[in-house]
């Protein structure tokens, strides 16, 4: 469903992704590692077609990053790193707009809405405007934004990132349920969350793929808990 | 254009959710009545606006630019672009959608300052086309300097800069129109030049627009200064909008 080739993409003489290529097909969860600036992010941006890449080309399903940018966003529930949103809004005029542009209207809106608004647990604070959020709820606002048109592709960038405990093992339990008729891919620095959700992994660093594997088979290789890999593999192939 | 409207709803609805509209509203309509009522209105013993309206292209150099710094200044500082843009709308939507939002919004000014309307009708009986025309006038100035201002917010991250550098641009275009500048420009260009800078000038349709005749070279002039600045603003925002 995700299908992305040679893509390149440097921010002035830094050069962030670099020849990357890979696939995803539906019912993955593919969890995208690496350490601080590797690329991650503008992989993922670029993907949501907010960024243009340099070269190379990537398409969701079926559909061209560049020719087609509007269809792919409407496929796409995307996720950004620092949840992006309108801090005066309330929540609840905030999902409006966001279904507003995804032409969700009448029935269908309410439908979604009910869905949503529980499965993300932002009722407490529906009437709340989101610049008097903590971060966990401010994520959880940016999840029913990203989910609320039922996406057929997720991309996910550090999705448990401020959330407590409970709410991170929610938020998996979230991924897993939609993992079967879904497309997702998730960035993460927290390797426990790979094991958790993820069944498929790769590590990337200075933009390009060091590693593309499952969580299990990279511990079998290399006989040692993910942690360790990570740390095998993204120091010891970059230096 | 299905993106348009979410923008265009959510845009005009913010105006109100914060303090900006009020404080703007206010500021401008005591500014304009103070100004027409300081400059001899009752002295003048006509029946017209004409002295309202020719305050207000210097109102709206600093106004509007104010209402149009935050257009996407505030959307790139606060990163709330990226949401923007990866929902299912395009830049030219979105460019299309928050200005029109903020020339409704300037309308909205304009149509409250009607206590003004109301007294000149009391006290005599004034040539209602003509005030119909001036704010026509007003209205397309008002979308003139926001297209302008418009394009400044994009180009620049910073409130504080785009706000200067729209009110300079702004004060260029009225200031460059006005008999001062113009006389001095013929001590030393020749007239075909100082005849460019005039019909190039705001100032100059505006005020042939207040003369109570909508030309078809004056609404051009404003036409074409709308959508030449929006369309470099969704240029410009589809090159920047990520950095």
């Known amino acids: 469903m995700i299908k992305i080739e040679e893509l390149r993409r440097s921010f002035g003489p830094v050069v962030a992704v670099d020849g990357v290529s890979f696939e995803v097909e539906r019912g993955q969860v593919l969890g995208f590692l690496g350490p601080n600036g590797a690329g991650k992010s503008t992989v993922m941006r670029i993907l949501a077609c907010f960024l243009r890449p340099d070269s190379g080309t990537a398409s969701v399903c079926g559909h061209d990053i560049l020719q087609e940018a509007v269809k792919v966003r409407e496929k796409i529930g995307y996720l950004a790193e620092n949840v992006p949103a309108y801090n005066e809004m309330t929540v609840g005029s905030f999902l409006d707009f966001v279904c507003d542009s995804r032409q969700i209207f009448g029935k269908a809106r309410k439908i979604a809405l009910d869905r949503i608004v529980p499965m993300c647990s932002v009722e407490s604070v529906y009437h709340q405007t989101i610049e008097t959020l903590s971060k966990g709820y401010k994520r959880r606002v940016g999840l029913a934004q990203a989910l609320i048109h039922d996406p057929e592709v997720l991309i996910l960038d550090e999705p448990t990132d401020g959330l407590d405990p409970n709410q991170k093992h929610e938020v998996r339990g979230l991924i897993n349920k939609m993992a079967k008729e879904k497309c997702i891919i998730v960035s993460t620095h927290i390797l426990e969350e790979v094991e958790a959700v993820c069944t498929r992994t790769i590590i990337i660093s200075r933009g390009r793929i060091l590693v593309d594997s499952t969580p299990e088979k990279l511990k079998e290789e290399h006989g040692c808990s993910l942690d360790e890999v990570f740390r095998k593999i993204t120091r010891t192939k970059v230096a | ?243």
């Open chain 2, 1 to 243: 254009m299905k993106g348009f409207s979410a923008v265009f709803k959510r845009e005009f609805k913010s105006y109100f959710t914060t303090p900006l509209a009020y404080v703007f509203l206010v500021v401008f309509l005591f500014f304009s009545g103070y100004l027409t009522f300081k400059q001899g209105f009752f002295e003048m013993r006509q029946a017209d606006m004409r002295v309202f309206f020719m305050n207000l292209p210097i109102l709206f150099v600093f106004m509007v630019p104010a209402t149009a710094m935050r257009l996407w200044a505030e959307e790139r500082k606060s990163g709330s672009i990226e949401l923007l843009f990866t929902l299912p709308i395009t830049v030219f939507e979105a460019v299309l959608g928050k200005f029109l939002a903020a020339w409704v919004f300037l309308g909205v000014a304009l149509v409250l300052t009607f206590p003004m309307v109301v007294i000149v009708c009391i006290l005599g009986e004034p040539d209602v086309g003509l005030i119909f025309t001036g704010y026509i006038g007003s209205f397309l100035m008002a979308g003139g300097f926001l297209a302008i201002g418009c394009f400044f917010s994009a180009a620049s991250k910073n409130q504080v800069i785009s706000f200067v550098l729209s009110v300079v641009a702004c004060a260029v275009l009225v200031f460059a129109g006005m008999p001062t500048t113009l006389s001095y420009l013929s001590t030393f260009l020749p007239s075909g030049f100082v005849n460019a800078v005039e019909t190039m000038s705001l100032q100059a349709h505006f005020e042939s627009i207040l003369r109570g005749v909508l030309e078809f070279k004056d609404l051009s002039y404003f036409v074409i200064l709308i959508a030449g600045w929006i369309a470099a603003s969704s240029i410009i925002l589809e090159e920047r909008k990520a950095g």
